[in-house]
């Protein structure tokens, strides 16, 4: 058996709705299939985006129901029951499987409270899952199904007394009690923005309102933050490429989110047609679309570079191209290579090929000796092949740009 065999075999057996449901637990496979399903596009990490590996059934699919991966507030990976409450909803978004306009005849599947939590703790107790992350459809009002995800987990929380991990979506237009409420019981909360502006959603989503369905809910989550504890914070995430949006006005929209909604993190879903929705004919995003906004995000969030530098990454029109942003930036940074014995931290990190983590070894190592050949930098975790161009050591240079700018 290959490597890749064992391990799509070890990823089949690790999700519950390839073994069948703990036992004692009655579950109608269907509609736990189609309650999955329906979170295709929900997001909770940036791994989850990984989609499936043709004929195989991978790590971290999101395509079926069952098993998906995030990550808590201190930063460890855990295994999330992922599902939607309901699959019913009045709203009329053109991409969405869930929309009401795209059911023609599909099943409407709703859990009850008691029924959810129940699956869940069975989960848990079969090793099956680490936690639970919850998204629904908007049922008969927003406030209800907000009123009956609450009810859900407050059942694990206080007659089950799980302790396991909750990411609870908040439904745009939910009241400010339910927000309150769902961010006293779960770990981390989400609102989706799905498109950079109000005029975006509109092409999107034509009856959600952007500044009162979902910002104000947004500034709701920000400001009860300061009484109310939320381990893991609060994310969103924007469908990219359904819009016609440019990648520019996606990362505007990301630094209000983290300037001053205070945001942990923004996701990315590169927009995918479904079968019956209103964009089914729209043409598929390309995946490096929503590989290279992250890559930004990161240059943003980790390196904590000034966003006007960021900003050269970007073309004319607002796009970035499919190739690395920070290789792109440090070619407008640099004039000539530099010294790594004599350069500063922020000269080190912008360099392609080290981050952060390698920045400070190499601030360690030079309080001991100096750096005499790229081994030295190699051994510290270095990427010589891309941070070659860019330094130069005992007045010798490494490779030339042309050779791994492509
Ligand atoms: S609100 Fe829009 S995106 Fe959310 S489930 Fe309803 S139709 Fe889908």
Same mark, same amino acid.
């Given at each position: 058996?290959?490597?890749?065999?064992?391990?799509?075999?070890?990823?089949?057996?690790?999700?519950?709705?390839?073994?069948?449901?703990?036992?004692?637990?009655?579950?109608?496979?269907?509609?736990?299939?189609?309650?999955?399903?329906?979170?295709? &596009?929900?997001?909770?990490?940036?791994?989850?985006?990984?989609?499936?590996?043709?004929?195989?059934?991978?790590?971290?699919?999101?395509?079926?129901?069952?098993?998906?991966?995030?990550?808590?507030?201190?930063?460890?990976?855990?295994?999330?029951?992922?599902?939607?409450?309901?699959?019913?909803?009045?709203?009329?978004?053109?991409?969405?499987?869930?929309?009401?306009?795209?059911?023609?005849?599909?099943?409407?599947?709703?859990?009850?409270?008691?029924?959810?939590?129940?699956?869940?703790?069975? =989960?848990?107790?079969?090793?099956?899952?680490?936690?639970?992350?919850?998204?629904?459809?908007?049922?008969?009002?927003?406030?209800?199904?907000?009123?009956?995800?609450?009810?859900?987990?407050?059942?694990?929380?206080?007659?089950?007394?799980?302790?396991?991990?909750?990411?609870?979506?908040?439904?745009?237009?939910?009241?400010?009690?339910?927000?309150?409420?769902?961010?006293?019981?779960?770990?981390?909360?989400?609102?989706?923005?799905?498109?950079?502006?109000?005029?975006?959603?509109?092409?999107?989503?034509?009856?959600?309102? &952007?500044?009162?369905?979902?910002?104000?809910?947004?500034?709701?989550?920000?400001?009860?933050?300061?009484?109310?504890?939320?381990?893991?914070?609060?994310?969103?995430?924007?469908?990219?490429?359904?819009?016609?949006?440019?990648?520019?006005?996606?990362?505007?929209?990301?630094?209000?989110?983290?300037?001053?909604?205070? =945001?942990?993190?923004?996701?990315?879903?590169?927009?995918?047609?479904?079968?019956?929705?209103?964009?089914?004919?729209?043409?598929?995003?390309?995946?490096?679309?929503?590989?290279?906004? &992250?890559?930004?995000?990161?240059?943003?969030?980790? &390196?904590?570079?000034?966003?006007?530098?960021?900003?050269?990454?970007?073309?004319?029109?607002?796009?970035?191209?499919?190739?690395?942003?920070?290789?792109?930036?440090?070619?407008?940074?640099?004039?000539?290579?530099?010294?790594?014995?004599?350069?500063?931290?922020?000269?080190?990190?912008?360099?392609?090929?080290?981050?952060?983590?390698?920045?400070?070894? *190499?601030? =360690?190592?030079?309080?001991?000796?100096?750096?005499?050949?790229?081994?030295?930098?190699?051994?510290?975790?270095?990427?010589?092949?891309?941070?070659?161009?860019?330094?130069?050591?005992?007045?010798?240079?490494?490779?030339?740009?042309?050779?791994? *700018?492509?």
């Amino acid at each position: 058996m290959t490597t890749l065999e064992k391990m799509a075999r070890l990823a089949a057996l690790s999700r519950f709705d390839s073994v069948g449901p703990p036992s004692g637990l009655e579950i109608d496979p269907a509609k736990v299939d189609a309650l999955g399903r329906g979170t295709k &596009y929900d997001l909770c990490s940036s791994t989850s985006t990984k989609r499936k590996v043709e004929g195989i059934d991978g790590l971290g699919d999101v395509l079926r129901g069952g098993l998906c991966h995030s990550f808590t507030g201190s930063g460890r990976c855990v295994s999330l029951f992922k599902t939607l409450y309901t699959n019913a909803c009045p709203h009329e978004c053109r991409y969405c499987s869930n929309a009401q306009g795209c059911k023609k005849g599909a099943k409407i599947f709703s859990y009850s409270p008691g029924e959810l939590a129940k699956i869940t703790v069975g =989960l848990y107790r079969t090793n099956r899952i680490e936690g639970l992350f919850l998204s629904s459809g908007i049922g008969r009002d927003e406030n209800d199904t907000m009123e009956n995800m609450i009810e859900t987990v407050r059942l694990l929380r206080r007659a089950h007394r799980f302790r396991g991990y909750v990411h609870l979506k908040i439904l745009p237009g939910s009241s400010k009690e339910h927000v309150r409420e769902a961010m006293e019981l779960a770990d981390r909360v989400s609102i989706n923005l799905e498109a950079p502006s109000k005029s975006r959603l509109t092409e999107l989503c034509p009856s959600k309102d &952007y500044e009162r369905d979902i910002l104000a809910r947004q500034r709701y989550v920000r400001d009860l933050s300061k009484k109310v504890a939320l381990p893991a914070g609060q994310t969103t995430q924007m469908v990219v490429g359904a819009a016609e949006e440019s990648d520019r006005e996606i990362f505007d929209r990301l630094l209000f989110e983290y300037e001053v909604m205070n =945001l942990k993190r923004v996701y990315f879903s590169a927009f995918s047609p479904v079968a019956g929705t209103a964009f089914e004919d729209k043409e598929e995003e390309p995946r490096w679309r929503e590989h290279r906004l &992250y890559q930004v995000d990161w240059l943003y969030r980790v &390196y904590e570079m000034d966003r006007k530098e960021i900003f050269t990454a970007f073309d004319e029109d607002g796009f970035l191209q499919n190739k690395d942003p920070k290789m792109t930036i440090a070619t407008e940074f640099f004039d000539s290579p530099i010294d790594p014995n004599s350069a500063t931290f922020n000269e080190l990190i912008r360099v392609p090929g080290i981050g952060p983590k390698s920045a400070r070894r *190499i601030a =360690l190592l030079r309080r001991d000796r100096k750096i005499e050949r790229m081994r030295d930098l190699a051994a510290l975790g270095v990427v010589t092949r891309r941070a070659g161009p860019f330094l130069k050591i005992g007045g010798k240079s490494g490779t030339t740009l042309d050779r791994w *700018i492509d």
